[in-house]
Structures are given as C-alpha cells and as structure tokens.
C-alpha cells in the first residue's frame, strides 16, 4: 500500500526486454537504498512493482507483460522521468488517501491552465471510471494523489501547487500525455458491496428507492 506522497522522482537507466516482459533500472539518488531490501514494493508513477536487484544508485524491477499492457510503463525510455514512492510502514503519516498501485486505467492530459498561483490540470478517463471520481474525492495519477475540484463530461480537473509541480512528473506533462490512473479504493469496494449477490457480474444502478430498500436512507417509519 502507498500513500501518493511522492517521495523523489527517479530516472530510467535503462530498459532491457525479456521476452514478453522488461527489466527497468532506476536511478533514485534521493532515495535512502539502505532501507531499500530486494523484494520491497515500491511505486513507479502509480505502479506497483518489486525491487530485484539494486546498486549504489538505484534499483531493478521486472515489469510483466500484462503490467505493459495496462499501464504507461511502456513507453518509458532512458532519462525518462518517473515518480517513487515507497511502500508506507504503520508509522507511515497518511498525507495523501490508500492507494494499491494497481492501475486501473491509462488517461490523458487535455488541458493545463494557469489559475492563480497553481495550475489547473485536465484529465480525460475511460468511461467506465467515470462513476469512482467525485468533487473534493480522491484519485491518482501516476502515483500521486489529487483532490478532484471539477468533473467534466470526460474526466476530471485538479488544482496542482507549485510544490506539487517541481517535485513530481506532473511538471513534465503537456496536453495528449498519458497517466497512469488508479481510482479510490473506497469508490471501488461500497459499488461491490452495494450489488449484493449480483456482486462482479455488472453493476446495478445505486438509485433512491435502492438506498432506503437497503437501509441506508431512513424512512418516515424509521423515525
């Protein structure tokens, strides 16, 4: 698990192909590596991958096929830019919201617009996510968490701080970038709970008279 609090950006030392899958080699200077042991969970932009060797400067993480497949860790090249963040520990201080770093979807930036003193991001998602983003809720893109300020009829917008700007890739991005998106786990979870028995064989419409059925809303006889 993983918090969405950044805690360097890596560079891509290399990529080396493996069949089907790839090695990647991270430098990661600002990462203490003597706390890093082979076999730890650390995030790459929002995924999840283990640590299978590692060196003075960084470490090495295999990244199967179907990771490719779903994710933007493949088109990652060297002195690509990426965000690190380490897997959080029970003393870990929750900054950001529970994040998996299991990718749900790739996205794309359609809009950065100055806004004050942040930046104002636009981010287009796959329809079917569309339903786990809410304003003022959580999500994240390429392992960072965001707080949503705006839905649109695509996606999202999210007010990014200068902070937040230097020190993730967030800074690199530029209209028609694709991101890594992973919704809330809660979002996730309620909508399974919510579909009782029909649960993982689609989804049931959440309406008024479903809510009070199933005693999430109280009645007149309730009271």
């Known amino acids: 698990m993983f918090t969405g609090i950044i805690e360097t950006i890596g560079v891509i030392r290399s990529v080396e192909q493996r069949g089907g899958n790839q090695r990647c080699w991270i430098d990661s200077a600002d990462l203490d590596l003597a706390l890093v042991r082979l076999g730890d969970s650390i995030a790459v932009n929002g995924v999840c991958l283990t640590v299978v060797e590692r060196d003075g400067h960084g470490f090495a993480a295999d990244v199967s096929n179907e990771t490719l497949s779903c994710t933007t860790l493949s088109s990652l090249r060297p002195a690509s830019r990426v965000n690190i963040e380490q897997a959080l520990l029970p003393t870990t201080r929750l900054g950001g919201h529970l994040v998996s770093g299991h990718v749900d979807a790739v996205g794309r930036v359609v809009a ?104 999430y809303i109280a009645t007149s006889e309730d009271i």
């Open 112 to 215: 950065l617009q100055p806004d004050g003193g942040s930046t104002r991001l636009g981010i287009d998602i796959p329809e079917p996510l569309r339903r786990y983003v809410a304003v003022k809720g959580s999500v994240c893109v390429d392992g960072t968490s965001l707080t949503v300020n705006r839905i649109s009829a695509s996606g999202f917008e999210a007010n990014i701080i200068p902070h937040t700007m230097v020190k993730t890739v967030i800074g690199d991005y530029r209209p028609g970038v694709d991101v890594n998106i992973e919704v809330d786990l809660i979002a996730r979870y309620l909508e399974r709970l919510l579909s009782g028995p029909d649960a993982g064989r689609g989804y049931q419409d959440v309406s008024h008279e479903f809510l009070v059925q199933h005693g």
